[in-house]
């Protein structure tokens, strides 16, 4: 199910030859999203457990490794980066420098960019895949596109991300953000960012 300003769509889920290979293990559901996916669109995965969630993100991950491009996978606590082989998953707040975000949103990113490590593979990172998102809250999704932004080797790069491409997969209301000081604890959808980044949206439904 394809979901799109407000609409439901249901989607054809044909694969293109050069994809067929990946495209045959996947469902028409699943094989519709890694179309788009493959093709460069920000795509957000929704649907329940046992849908495919991680499938369609694995074959993602599978094709950027295919093409050469550098995918980063991020979650947003570390037992959901246990599902992935060790080293191959971080907490987005790990892999951006984040630490605990208990500052303010601009000494945050002043400490990332200061760190020549963060820079280095966020300048390089050419995917990201946002898995298990739901607990990363609205600001954290705009923390990481203002330091893709500030990051960016094209400054009048008006593209969210700095031009990167974003896969998020979640199941929002599942586990919501957890409200501090300096964030509300709003869920990432409610952000203007996810919004104008992920216009292509889809609901896995077939279990």
């Known amino acids: 199910m394809f979901l799109f ?5 249901l989607v054809s ?8 290979v990946m495209c045959d293990s996947l469902t028409p559901e699943q094989a519709e999203i890694f179309q788009f996916a493959s093709t460069g669109h920000n795509v957000f995965v929704t649907g329940q457990a046992g849908t495919g969630k991680s ?5 993602i991950r ?3 490794q295919q093409r050469g491009l550098r995918a980063a996978v991020v979650c947003s606590s570390g037992i959901a980066c246990q599902v992935y082989d060790p080293g ?4 987005v707040h790990s892999y951006y420098g984040l630490g605990a975000a208990d500052l303010p ?5 002043n400490r990332a960019t200061s760190d020549a490590r963060i820079c280095e593979k966020v300048k390089k990172v050419d995917v990201i895949i946002w898995d298990e998102a739901s607990m990363s809250s609205a600001r954290i999704l705009e923390l990481v596109n203002t330091l893709h932004h500030r990051l960016s080797d094209q400054h009048d790069n008006g593209l969210p991300f700095g031009g990167k491409q974003i896969i998020i997969a979640s199941e929002f209301l ?5 409200p501090s000081t300096f964030d509300s604890g709003n869920f990432m959808f409610t952000s203007h960012v996810f919004r104008h980044a992920v216009l292509h949206r889809f609901q896995l439904t077939k279990v």
């Open 174 to 178: 599942q586990l919501r953000p957890v």
């Open 5 to 9: 300003e407000g609409r439901q769509i």
């Open 62 to 64: 599978g094709h950027c």
């Open 88 to 91: 191959v998953a971080s907490t």
């Open 105 to 109: 949103s601009e000494q945050l990113l």
């Open 55 to 59: 499938r369609v993100v694995n074959a």
């Open 13 to 20: 889920g044909k694969c293109r030859r050069r994809n067929k």
